[in-house]
């Protein structure tokens, strides 16, 4: 069974950094186009960035360009945000997803994980 | 960006009725060179991370129960629950995946009255 597991998740000062890391289960990692998606507590869903499949491709919502860039490491099955500046703004839960088909820039997201909590706060 | 527009924000629907959800796309999202709307659905329960629905606006994902049913093209879209269930109290989103950034309506809130 597809399975994704987030972790990285802390409390952090406004201007910290933070680091998330996504372990990816049962499914071929390198073949597949992988997102970040956040969500604040009681909200909506909020895109934040993709790598496509072989990371010759990045992309990065608006409200998070410059401060945070998405990595893979294909032979550990990993996603990786790198999150910098960070502010109040970017508290939220934190989801590594899975989007399908394979080698595929559009496609929908078919696998999520639990996610991870990201606090900003002094 | 496509903004998504879904309504309504929420309903209350009795359990074996039929709840309907809007979703509007602020430009086309069908593909010509295939046929295909860039549309999906996804179900968001209580503690839960979302799980898609609905793909490709109307191909119900595997495992995904035959009560639940999308429809429409273009721009305008429906997610149609034939029979409510109590399992299906939840908040549901669509999303359009044909232009970067992949981006979500504002959810509808499904609850049971």
């Known amino acids: 069974e597809v399975h994704l597991v987030e972790s990285g998740g802390a409390v952090v000062q406004p201007g910290g950094s933070l680091r998330l890391s996504c372990a990816a289960f049962?499914?071929?990692?390198?073949?597949?186009?992988m997102h970040w998606v956040r969500q604040v507590p009681g909200k909506g869903l909020e895109w934040v960035s993709l790598?496509?499949?072989?990371?010759?491709?990045?992309d990065y919502a608006d409200a998070v360009k410059g401060r945070f860039t998405i990595s893979r490491d294909n032979t550990k099955n990993s996603l990786y945000l790198q999150m910098n500046s960070l502010t109040t703004e970017d508290t939220a839960f934190y989801y590594c997803?899975?989007?399908?088909?394979?080698?595929?820039?559009?496609?929908?997201?078919?696998?999520w994980g639990p996610g991870t909590l990201v606090t900003v706060s002094s | 960006d496509i903004v998504m527009t879904q309504s309504p924000d929420s309903l209350a629907v009795s359990l074996g009725e039929r709840a309907t959800i809007n979703c509007k796309s602020g430009?086309?999202?069908?593909?010509?060179?295939?046929?295909?709307?860039?549309l999906a659905w996804y179900q968001q329960r209580p503690g839960q991370p979302p799980k898609l629905l609905i793909f490709?606006?109307?191909t119900r994902e595997s495992g995904v129960p035959d009560r639940f049913s999308g429809s429409g093209s273009g721009t305008d879209f429906t997610l149609t629950i034939s029979s409510l269930q109590a399992e299906d109290v939840a908040v549901y989103y669509c999303?359009?995946?044909?232009?970067?950034?992949?981006?979500f309506g504002q959810g509808t809130k499904v609850e049971i009255k």
């Open positions: 997803v899975k989007m399908t088909p394979p080698w595929s820039k559009r496609g929908p997201f078919d696998y």
């Open positions: 049962e499914f071929t990692f390198e073949d597949f186009t």
């Open positions: 790598i496509t499949w072989d990371a010759t491709t990045t």
């Open positions: 430009q086309s999202v069908f593909d010509s060179s295939n046929n295909k709307n860039y």
């Open positions: 490709w606006a109307s």
């Open positions: 999303q359009q995946y044909d232009t970067s950034p992949g981006t």
